[in-house]
């Protein structure tokens, strides 16, 4: 039955993705609590910020640092995140919206219920988890159904798969083109869940993950041996400058040397933070994106700041 929606609804959202949701489903005012990292729509900033990151913040890691330091808390089972109990407390929302897909990306639905029971508090948790675009649109549906807004998150859904369709009927007619996504450079990881699915949608053929799988950890051999026509650095919580910057050193290993997108100069780098990473209504930002890189003179230039070429030697 879910909730009836009411101006003194209070939404606690501890994912980028479902703060974004909650804004296209109209409930801004209703959200109450937020994570550090959500940013999008500008105003999610000015909400009460109830999740914090646990890893060092006293000066910008790498890639290679941040990676340790995920590690070595995940091998000692210790949170990446810190709820802020007291506030959660004086908020005493209704709805709680978080995730088990990744214990990387946010508070785990079991971290979250744990809290709730110290603090007595009896709110609804919504745990999103898709792995696949159609698990993701089914996703806004759930939350409206939670929400009372229904007919809106519908309507958003229905848009946004008439964009799907027009990238796959474009797709129907081109040739199927190699692409390596790249989630992390240091280690090199393979985007999974929803990107293998992309990158078929847009006539291209996703090298070394499957459909729904988790991204997985490879080897610059392997990726050469995959033999990628196309690179699309998309790494996980990157924003485009530094994806970017990040991007240039791809050049510079041996065995990607050998490879056609070497050859061609097809390294792409992305704003995957809003486009990417998160499994939020920009998706299909992202799917249009992932299509232009793909085959940039058969689909429309995307909007400044979302994707570059990435300049070789």
């Given at each position: ?8 609804m209070?939404?606690?959202s ?10 296209a ?27 914090d ?26 949170p ?21 897909l990744?214990?990387?990306?946010a ?5 979250v219920?744990?809290?709730l029971d ?11 988890d ?5 698990e993701?649109?089914d ?9 009372g807004?229904?007919t809106?998150?519908?309507e958003?859904?229905?848009d ?5 369709e ?15 996504c ?5 280690p ?5 869940h ?36 196309v ?12 994806a970017?910057?990040e991007?240039?050193g ?5 065995e ?42 058969e ?9 570059s ?5």
């Open positions: 039955t879910g909730i009836t929606a009411t101006p003194s209070k939404i606690v501890l994912l980028p993705s479902a703060t974004e949701l909650v804004y489903l109209g409930l801004g005012e209703d959200l109450s609590g937020v994570t550090f990292e959500c940013d999008h729509p500008a105003e999610a900033r000015t909400k009460p910020v109830v999740s990151t646990a890893l060092p913040t006293d000066r910008p890691l790498d890639a290679v640092e941040i990676d340790a330091e995920v590690r070595e808390r995940m091998d000692a089972r210790q990446l995140y810190v709820l802020d109990k007291e506030l959660m407390s004086q908020i005493d929302p209704d709805l709680i919206l978080t995730q088990d990744c214990r990387v990306c508070v785990p639905t079991g971290q219920q744990d809290a110290e603090i007595g508090c009896r709110s609804e948790v919504i745990s999103m898709p792995h696949s675009l159609e993701i649109l996703s806004f549906l759930e939350v409206g159904r939670a929400t807004t229904e809106v998150a519908k958003l859904v229905d946004l798969q008439g964009r799907i027009a990238v796959r009927r474009q797709a129907t007619r081109l040739p199927t083109i190699r692409t390596l790249l989630e992390w450079l240091q090199p990881f393979a985007g999974g929803w990107i293998p699915e992309m990158v078929a949608i847009a006539a291209g053929q996703n090298l070394l993950t499957e459909p729904k799988e988790r991204s997985r950890q490879v080897t610059w051999r392997q990726i050469s041996d995959a033999g990628p026509e690179l699309v650095h998309m790494p996980c919580g990157y924003y485009l400058p530094d970017e910057e991007a240039v791809i050049y510079r290993v041996p990607f040397r050998e490879t056609t997108a070497y050859a061609s100069g097809a390294v792409f780098a992305t704003d995957a933070s809003s486009y990417f990473s998160r499994p939020g209504p920009r998706i299909v930002d992202g799917l249009e994106i992932l299509a232009w890189a793909i085959h940039p003179d689909y429309p230039e995307p909007p400044a700041r979302r994707v070429r990435v300049a070789g030697p």
